[in-house]
């Protein structure tokens, strides 16, 4: 379910400006920014505005279908912007057994490296 922004969420506070990050990307739904823990030589996180906590909570409607395919179209147009043509991973951490640790929905844009699988 879409929320509004939660007041104490780090990434609705990145989302709103109010704590400086390195924005790649923003338009009125989403932003990305650099990860400050990067896994990979390009690590880029994909953040909607609105608060989700996870991908568990994206319902049925069409505007939370349209979001979440719009997170991953932004992740792939960074992608290309940055010359990842032979291969990158996007990636959905979900609750705490699935690796999230910021509970407001994301999607990690990972490349300039090979990867591996398993990947952990």
């Known amino acids: 379910m879409l929320g ?13 400006g109010e704590i400086p990050a ?45 979001l979440a395919g719009h997170l991953l179209g932004v992740a792939n147009q960074l992608a290309r912007e940055q010359g990842l043509s032979k291969g990158y991973r996007v990636v959905i951490n979900i609750g705490p057994d699935g690796g999230q640790t910021v509970d407001h929905l994301h999607v990690h844009l990972l490349g300039g490296r090979t990867m591996h699988w398993p990947p952990g």
Do not use: T, W
């Not at 509004?4 to 709103?16: G, L």
């Not at 009125?28 to 823990?37: F, R, T």
């Open 22 to 66: 390195k924005k790649l990307y923003e338009d009125d739904q989403a932003v990305a920014i650099a990860d400050i823990d990067p896994r990979a030589p390009l690590h880029v996180l994909v953040i909607p505005k609105q608060h989700i906590a996870s991908l568990a909570e994206v319902g049925a409607s069409d505007k939370e279908k349209l």
């Open 4 to 16: 509004n922004m939660s007041s104490d969420c780090i990434f609705c506070k990145i989302a709103a």
